[in-house]
């Protein structure tokens, strides 16, 4: 069975850090280009980030840039999404997903282009 699978999520005060994994089974990462997307209640699913298949490039949402890092690790078939100084409107269900030959630079964030997704995992940023 091919699925993502998303942990460390949970509930932070504001100013905290978070670190999501993303694990794979069924396949392997090595030749997917790994995306993280959230949604929070009544808000569109938006990209949050996402690192090219080899980790050689990655690209994150103005929202984000400068407090997350993306990172991989494809011997652990696993893409970690860092998260430093939270925010209350950080607050949605974080979801990771998987795509063959994405235009990183262009269009990183079409949900369509992207094959595989997980069930996410919630992340509470709250006092």
């Known amino acids: 069975q091919l699925q993502l699978v998303e942990s460390g999520g949970g509930l932070v005060s504001p100013g905290g850090s978070l670190r999501l994994s993303c694990a794979a089974s069924?396949?392997?990462?090595?030749?997917?280009?790994i995306g993280w997307f959230r949604q929070a209640p009544g808000k569109e699913r938006e990209g949050v980030s996402c690192?090219?298949?080899?980790?050689?490039?990655?690209i994150y949402a103005d929202s984000v840039q400068g407090r997350s890092t993306i990172s991989r690790d494809n011997a652990k078939n696993t893409v970690y999404l860092q998260m430093n100084s939270l925010k209350p409107e950080d607050t949605a269900v974080y979801y990771c997903?998987?795509?063959?030959?994405?235009?990183?630079?262009?269009?990183?964030?079409?949900?369509?282009?992207?094959?595989?997704w997980g069930q996410g995992t919630q992340v509470t940023v709250s006092s």
């Open positions: 997903a998987a795509a063959r030959g994405l235009r990183i630079a262009y269009t990183p964030f079409v949900l369509g282009e992207y094959k595989y």
């Open positions: 069924g396949f392997t990462l090595d030749y997917y280009d």
């Open positions: 690192i090219s298949s080899t980790g050689s490039s990655t």
